[in-house]
């Protein structure tokens, strides 16, 4: 047992020592060597634990959409919550998380614009991550028009309207370096406001 539990503390270890290299030089100029002397391990123990430097930004992204997965299931399934609150305290807990994340959201976007510029989709690679995050919040959505809480839209667009508001909220974290998030917040409780029935 505390051969895993070392195992996964060095494992989490190499993924915080590479986003903080990989939010100083950049993905594309970081190797694989250079993650290992930042780890103070050789390349051949780095290999025990990831394949490349690919995998270890997959198993960061990974990690930050997992973390932010189960907090906001615990927000969600918190009974003593309306609808309202839950979509209040959701956004406050996606937020609160980006900004905790700037760095490997900096080093997603800049991986993401490499992307676009190899003729990929980006989208792509961001759909898969989130679609769990949209399925909760479609559920409070759901519940929120079931109890008469909430406007009866499409689900589909409200959910849509949600998620383009946080791409706004991590875009002015990362690129515009924000810390103050009283406006983010704000912002979100106008929008918030207006699903009211």
């Known amino acids: 047992m505390a051969i895993i539990v070392?195992?996964?503390?060095?494992?989490?270890?190499?993924?915080?020592k590479s986003i903080e290299l990989f939010s100083r030089e950049g993905y594309e100029d970081v190797t694989f060597q250079k993650i290992a002397d930042a780890c103070g391990i050789t390349r051949t123990t780095l290999y025990i634990y990831f394949k490349n430097k690919r995998e270890i930004f997959?198993?960061?992204?990974?990690?930050?959409?997992?973390?932010?997965?189960?907090?906001l299931l615990v927000i969600i399934k918190n009974k003593g919550l309306t609808p309202e609150q839950c979509l209040r305290d959701v956004s406050e807990s996606i937020i609160q998380t980006c900004l905790a994340s700037k760095p490997l959201l900096q080093v997603l976007m800049s991986y993401l614009i490499q992307v676009q510029k190899s003729g990929s989709d980006p989208r792509e690679k961001i759909v898969r991550r989130v679609i769990r995050a949209e399925h909760l919040l479609t559920t409070i959505i759901i519940k929120g028009q079931k109890e008469k809480v909430f406007k009866v839209l499409p689900v589909k667009d409200v959910k849509d309207m949600l998620?383009?508001?946080f791409e706004a909220a991590i875009f002015e974290i990362v690129l515009y370096d924000t810390n103050d998030l009283e406006n983010i917040k704000a912002t979100f409780n106008i929008i918030i406001d207006g699903l009211l029935a």
């Not at 070392?6 to 915080?16: F, G, M, T």
């Not at 992204?61 to 973390?67: C, L």
């Open 6 to 16: 070392e195992h996964d503390k060095r494992r989490h270890e190499i993924l915080e």
């Open 58 to 71: 997959l198993w960061s992204i990974k990690q930050f959409t997992s973390e932010l997965e189960k907090a």
């Open 163 to 165: 998620l383009r508001f």
